[in-house]
């Protein structure tokens, strides 16, 4: 079992940048993968970034490429979602996810096991 808590949102300027923090209970925190998602009112929950046990690989999603870093602290059960050149479009509610590695789910939320209560990011124009 894994709980999940999610903080960092909140409002900011195009441009602007925040960091996501996703709080991980639980003593087998580095056997999951974790993922971050967003939903946007009307849409569906769409994939962000993932990251594997070891923190070597990392995966994005085309729209935010080269704008978001996802890392991981093992020794602190703690993902991240750093989030640089934000757009409005960005804006949504960010959900923390964990599945375990030995699934192959990178982008299908489906393949997730765990979910935080999510935090909002409100991006202006």
Not at 76 to 86: A, G, P, R, T
Request: charged share 15%; with cysteine.
């Amino acid at each position: 079992q894994v709980q999940l808590v999610e903080s960092g949102g909140g409002l900011v300027q195009a441009g602007g940048s925040l960091r996501l923090s996703c709080a991980a209970s639980g003593r087998t925190f580095i056997s999951y993968a974790m993922g971050w998602f967003r939903q946007a009112p009307g849409k569906e929950r769409e994939f962000v970034a993932a990251i594997l046990w070891s923190g070597s690989n990392t995966y994005y999603a085309d729209s935010v490429k080269g704008r978001f870093t996802i890392s991981r602290d093992n020794a602190k059960n703690m993902v991240y979602l750093q989030m640089n050149s934000l757009k409005p479009e960005d804006t949504a509610v960010y959900y923390c996810a964990a599945r375990p590695s030995s699934r192959n789910t990178i982008v299908s939320s489906t393949g997730y096991d765990y979910w935080g209560q999510g935090t909002q990011v409100t991006v202006s124009s």
